[in-house]
């Protein structure tokens, strides 16, 4: 009996020693013990029978039992039981029931222990991957400690307490040397699971991770008094934190600079030297984009926004600062702000503009057969176009100064004239392109856009109902730092992501598609990219 009591005492003090060393719930190592036990004991009463084993989790004590369902007439003697059989061990069972038949407790034979070892272990593995996981998919964007537990081909692997996660080369600052035993900080930016158990995968280069250190060294910030509205880094080398105060009392760069630089130098210490720029961030974005490029002046800014692009100009002997080396400031400034900045200096954007006058002025020239300096004067006068003259109110064109009304009737004619025989030239290509006439139908689509589509493999309303708006307008990505441009078939047209989407629910509702006014289904654009 005290040999049965030492066994009973002893599997429970097992229990115990694993949960706490792998940091999981006891009942699920008692779970595990008891699937264990049930898997040997079907090595020795057959594979087929269904045994249950149940170990009290005060006492320790150790319960066998064979399970047989209750049935008229029985074919596996293995797991079934006649109704006769059942009511010898319950006089209340019905066809059905399932009946727990006692076993004997046995001796585990060496093959059946280690099988039940290799249970029990799976068992807990897979019970410490579900907590591991379990505490860390909540805890992505945290910043943690950790030591540094092995570095394999550059990867560093740093031991969590409760965990492990994994620091990638490329997610290291360039030129940083950790070794065993070190301990470091990071950034969670994500929790996966995987085959070989949950990994947590750690960053020191992410722009979050300058953002999380800010509102450790900022109290401001933690408070939610100074707030951070973007990150831009260069890391290792330099980056920009654009910041808002909303509380006018609060001067939110001086609050991340701290006292003599106290804070913005605790961060730039766990970053390796990184140069930061705290700037202001302003709701008006020709505003913070003028600050984004601190230290650079700006003279003027032009801002496309449909496009998000932005053309600024600066002092001709600011350039090389604005541009920063590598075109690193102009970069980062591009990434706090979301648009796409293009730098010139003044003489550069003055020779633009002489260049534009002297086009628009031949274009009117050769289009409305006038001399130059009819040109000069309706190129000064702002007009940008032909159509414009075309369209525009005669007492506007009569009201130039040297016009009188004749004259202004005799330019529409001419501008009339003029976009009737383009018109006749765009035709002609369309249908040279082998674009359909059923094309031109679609609402918003021009005669100068069917070229443009035919040039672009979009020839029939059903290709046109089937593009993405990406293939339209172009995109963007950014590949090993730099932004690539690629083009659509609409590229040098004023043609917003808006417009476009628009263009293309007209095309499904002509190709009939869709009934009008339907909205498209989540995922349209995409699959028609993929078509």
């Not at 020709?286 to 692009?309: G, H, W």
């Not at 260049?355 to 130059?372: Q, S």
């Not at 007009?383 to 529409?412: H, K, R, W």
Request: glycine share 6%; net charge negative; proline share 3%.
């Amino acid at each position: 009996m005290v040999a049965v009591s030492a066994n009973r005492l002893e599997l429970l003090q097992i229990a115990d020693a694993v949960a706490r060393e792998k940091s999981i719930d006891r009942s699920i190592v008692i779970a595990a013990m008891e699937d264990a036990i049930a898997k040997a004991a079907r090595s020795r009463y057959g594979q087929e029978t269904d045994i249950h084993a149940d170990i009290n989790a005060k006492t320790g004590e150790l319960r066998l039992a064979r399970h047989l369902l209750v049935v008229d007439e029985v074919e596996n003697t293995a797991t079934e039981i006649t109704l006769d059989g059942a009511r010898r061990h319950n006089p209340a069972a019905q066809v059905g029931d399932t009946i727990a038949d006692t076993l004997p407790p046995f001796d585990f034979g060496r093959i059946a222990a280690q099988s039940a070892k290799q249970v029990i272990v799976q068992k807990v593995r897979e019970a410490e991957r579900d907590r591991q996981y379990d505490e860390y998919k909540d805890r992505i964007g945290d910043v943690l400690n950790g030591l540094v537990k092995r570095v394999e081909y550059g990867n560093v692997v740093v031991d969590l307490g409760r965990g492990e996660g994994i620091l990638r080369r490329d997610e290291l600052l360039p030129r940083e040397t950790v070794k065993t035993g070190d301990r470091i900080r990071a950034y969670i930016y994500d929790v996966r699971r995987e085959p070989r158990g949950p990994q947590i995968f750690l960053s020191r280069t992410h722009p979050q991770f300058m953002a999380k250190l800010f509102a450790q060294e900022v109290p401001e910030i933690y408070d939610g008094i100074v707030e951070i509205k973007a990150v831009a880094r260069d890391p290792g080398s330099r980056a920009k934190i654009a910041v808002i105060s909303r509380d006018q009392s609060v001067d939110p760069v001086g609050a991340c600079v701290g006292m003599r630089g106290s804070r913005v130098q605790a961060v730039v210490n766990e970053l390796q030297g990184e140069k930061i720029d705290i700037i202001p961030w302003n709701p008006d974005i020709a505003t913070f984009i003028v600050n984004a490029l601190a230290p650079a002046e700006v003279v003027k800014v032009v801002l496309d926004e449909d496009r998000e692009r932005i053309e600024v100009v600066v002092p001709d002997a600011q350039l090389s600062l604005a541009i920063g080396r590598r075109g690193q400031n102009v970069r980062l400034a591009t990434q706090l702000t979301g648009w796409d900045i293009d730098i010139m200096t003044e003489q550069e954007e003055s020779e633009r503009r002489q260049k534009e006058f002297a086009e628009r002025t031949k274009m009117f020239a050769e289009a409305l057969d006038l001399d130059e300096m009819m040109g000069q004067l309706l190129t000064s006068e702002g007009f940008t176009s032909v159509e414009e003259i075309a369209y525009v109110p005669i007492n506007e064109l009569a009201s130039i100064e040297g016009f009188d009304e004749d004259t202004a009737t005799e330019l529409q004619s001419r501008a009339l004239k003029h976009l009737a025989e383009v018109e006749e030239a765009l035709d002609a290509r369309r249908k040279e392109l082998g674009v359909e006439d059923e094309l031109k139908s679609v609402p918003g689509v021009t005669s100068k856009m069917l070229v443009a589509f035919g040039e672009n493999d979009i020839r029939s309303v059903e290709d046109l109902a089937g593009c993405a708006t990406d293939d339209l307008t172009g995109w963007t990505e950014r590949k090993d730092g730099e932004t690539i441009r690629h083009a659509g078939a609409l590229d040098g047209f004023e043609f917003s992501r808006e417009d476009a989407e628009a263009l293309i629910m007209q095309a499904r509702v002509t190709a009939g598609w869709i009934e009008a006014d339907e909205p498209a289904a989540d995922g349209d654009d995409a699959a028609a990219g993929e078509a």
